[in-house]
């Protein structure tokens, strides 16, 4: 699942309260739903033993990243993966940043995807573990 912009969370936050979201059913948007553990991004509730940051970095056949260096891959989509099909994502991802942090990330997920978006198929994507200090690097060669 790649996530876009999400104007009814942010409604929701706007207002009084989402229902159905909350502590008593596991779902959560910020930590204090969470009654002492951690709200990730997979709105979930987690100890937070079981979270952690990931930062994603790349570069463009080994240039850093740059409007230049990503003439051919603007927009990028990127996938943290667990097992079977539990994946969370984020698209456009701007190539010209060269990095993208997730700070709460369960620990379930064990590897980072990142391809051009727009692009189908697999041949565009790179995959990579999660290292134990939750830094993933990338070449990309669009």
Partial sequence: MIMRAAPLLVLCLASAGCPGVGPNDGECIIDMDCDGDVCARDHACHPADQVRAVKAQWTIRGQPASELACAGAADLYIRFKGSSDDALGYAPVPCRLGQF????????YFSVELGVEGRGG???????????DGVVTFDLKP
């Fill in 122 to 132: 697999r041949h565009s994507a790179v995959t990579r573990a999660i290292t134990s």
């Fill in 101 to 108: 942090t997730m700070d709460k990330l369960p620990t379930r």
